[in-house]
Structures are given as structure tokens and as C-alpha cells.
């Protein structure tokens, strides 16, 4: 498993992706919506390791603001190949980056880190369906066409995939 820090939304923005998440899942399609755990929640991935030590969520919780920006989340993107995982692209702002940044730079010693969350590597987005099968990406996307969302940035968690467990770093708006 991994450990991370991501980027939750603010309510609107929260429900307007899960909606996304049901619309694939009314369809027959995988959907985030299957994991009914109640972390599982839309968010922008800011760094991922395999371990993230306890000095660093010190760190993190006295030097990251809680974050008060605009987010707009823009088109569709897949990655992968037969089975795809679909996501929404985030419109990169000065802030996420900004922010993207600061934990990244405070977090570099981790272990293991995922090379595709280095600055200059990193694709935000928001995770909509894990492994669709690419026989059901056009239907995918006309169900999703619905514009951009826009919404607000809320807070920055942690999440231990080992313990299953969360906890915000930053403090609620």
C-alpha cells in the first residue's frame, strides 16, 4: 500500500463529483462510488511514497495554510491501456501548484516516492472510475459531459493505506 497528502474539496464541489461517480455506477460501469469506505472521498493526490514518516506530518501541519483557492476541474483524461482509469483533469492555478510544491518539498524524504508526483511530472486530477474497460470510454464521456466543475480547495489530509486510516493536516475553513 501507500501513504499520502491530498487535496479535498469544499461540499459542492464534493457532491458534484460523486455525482459523476453514481452516473457511472447507475450505467453498469466501475465508478469510485463501489468503495464504501468513508474515506474515500474525491480529491487531488498532492504526493504519494510508500511511507511517509511522522516528522514529516509535523511538517506539514505547522507549514501548510489552509488551502482557499478556486479549482476547476476540466476535461476528461485516461490512463492505462485494455482498462483505463478515468479521471477529470484539474486546471492547474498558481495556488495548487504553489501548494503542490510546498508539499513536495516537505515530504522529499519519504520512501519511495511515486515518480509522477514530482513537480514538472505531475498531472492533477480527480479519479472518477478505476479499470474501465476501454470498450465503454465513448458512453463514459457522454455521460460526463457536463462541463467543468468548479468549487473550492478545503483542506489537505493524510492517508495511511496500510492502517486505512485519514486525518487533515490543515484546519477545517
Excluded: C, Y
Amino acid at each position: 500500500m501507500v501513504q499520502s497528502v491530498e487535496l479535498l474539496f469544499d461540499e459542492a464541489t464534493d457532491v458534484a463529483v460523486r455525482a459523476e461517480w453514481q452516473r457511472l455506477w447507475d450505467a453498469g460501469m466501475p465508478s469510485r462510488t463501489r468503495v464504501r469506505a468513508e474515506s474515500n472521498r474525491p480529491h487531488i493526490t498532492l504526493f504519494v511514497a510508500r511511507h511517509i514518516p511522522p516528522e514529516i506530518d509535523e511538517l506539514l501541519g505547522r507549514r501548510i495554510a489552509t488551502p482557499s483557492f478556486h479549482i476547476r476541474l476540466g476535461g476528461l483524461v485516461m490512463f492505462g491501456g485494455r482498462h483505463v482509469t478515468l479521471s477529470r483533469l484539474v486546471v492547474p492555478s498558481k495556488a495548487l501548484l504553489s501548494l503542490h510544491r510546498s508539499v513536495f518539498d516537505l515530504a522529499a524524504h519519504a520512501t519511495e516516492i511515486t515518480p509522477h508526483i514530482r513537480p514538472g511530472e505531475w498531472t492533477p486530477h480527480v479519479t472518477l472510475a478505476r479499470r474501465l474497460p476501454a470498450d465503454q470510454i465513448a458512453e463514459a464521456a457522454r455521460l460526463l459531459d457536463g462541463g467543468d466543475i468548479i468549487g473550492r480547495a478545503s483542506v489537505v489530509r493524510r492517508w495511511d493505506g496500510d492502517a486505512k486510516r485519514e486525518w487533515v493536516v490543515t484546519a477545517p475553513p
